[in-house]
């Protein structure tokens, strides 16, 4: 169902199809893993120790940051920058799966290559992860300034960030942290893609009853591994573009501790590897694993799911 694939029929979905199933399962998967997208920048971006033996260390457990956001924030701070992010997971989702359907067609095509090979997956999930990443950058930069001011806001609606972002810190600040999220989404995107189809072929063998099946809890299972191996080798560049991110925020941060200015990629890194140790590269791993298993097997399962509907309803139509 992922990819093209001359062989089923299933993969009649029109250009249009496609990009509303990629959004809507965008769309769907950013409403339930929100909570821990905010936990996940939250740890990522506190300079002290995730560690409960810190006294000045604000969050040091995914239980412990939900009680204290809840109680400080109140139930919607596990949504903010929720606008911004759905802008995101949309036209992220739409761009992404369109692109990659058509790279696999392509090379299919012109070399009459399998576009089941996984390094034919590796090479178009990456290159359309790009072009997703390219397209909604500035909106990632607006929910990551949303998910990371505490109180009292700086930025009281999405209007009132971009106007204010454009203002005092110039257009290119939409771009902030895109050299670490292009150096990571290319592998990222790519292990995803590669690792979802291998992980396919290795439940169909182990259960070929299922292997006709889509859009079940095959894809779901098979999306959350490939979500945990994609992230776990890609992370500590995952770290540095939200540290980048809310470069020239740190005044809305002061009350969550320590806060640093970084004036690159490269200083990110150094200063981290000074202050922080080996252990300050993966910050905020646990919520982000279980935040990329749910929300990679989100996603590849709701576009199954909603490339078959479309699919079904457009078959019932005609």
């Known amino acids: 169902m992922v990819g093209y694939d001359p062989k089923a029929d299933v993969r009649n979905n029109s ?13 769907v998967t950013r409403a339930l893993i929100s909570p821990l997208d905010v936990i996940k920048i939250r740890f990522q ?5 995730l560690c409960r033996t810190d006294p000045n260390a604000k969050y040091y457990g995914i239980l412990q940051a939900c009680r204290q956001i809840f109680q400080e924030e109140g ?40 576009a089941h090979e996984y390094s034919i997956h590796f090479l178009c999930g990456g290159l ?47 771009y902030k942290g895109l050299a670490p999220t292009m150096i990571a989404i290319f592998p990222y995107a790519g292990l995803q893609f590669s690792c979802y189809r291998s992980l396919k072929h290795a439940y169909n063998w182990v259960f070929p009853a299922d292997q006709n099946q889509t859009g079940t809890i095959k894809s ?22 939200k540290r980048l991110q809310v470069g ?30 080996m252990r300050g590269f993966f910050k905020g791993l646990s919520p982000s694993l279980l935040k990329a298993a749910l929300s990679t097997g989100f996603m590849f399962f709701w576009y199954e799911f909603f490339c078959n509907l479309l699919y079904c309803i457009r078959r019932e139509d005609s």
């Open 15 to 27: 250009k249009l199809e496609v990009a509303v199933a990629g959004s809507v399962s965008g769309f």
């Open 45 to 49: 971006l506190q300079v002290e120790r």
């Open 75 to 114: 139930l919607a701070a596990f949504w903010k920058g929720h606008i911004p992010a759905q802008f995101l997971s949309i036209g992220y989702g739409a761009v992404q799966f369109l692109s990659f359907e058509q790279l696999t067609e392509l090379v299919h095509k012109a070399h009459k290559l399998s």
């Open 128 to 174: 359309s992860a790009c072009a997703a990443t390219l397209t909604v950058h500035p909106v990632d930069v607006l929910r990551t300034r949303f998910a990371a001011q505490g109180e009292p806001k700086v930025y009281k609606t999405l209007r009132d960030a971009v106007s204010t972002m454009y203002r005092t810190e110039g257009p290119l600040v939409f």
């Open 220 to 241: 779901l299972i098979c999306g959350c591994g490939a979500g945990v191996i994609s992230k776990t080798f890609t992370y500590p560049l995952d770290l540095f573009k």
């Open 248 to 277: 020239g925020f740190e005044h809305a941060r002061s009350s969550f501790g320590q806060v640093r200015t970084y004036k690159g990629l490269l200083d990110c890194t150094k200063q981290v590897m000074q202050h922080e140790g």
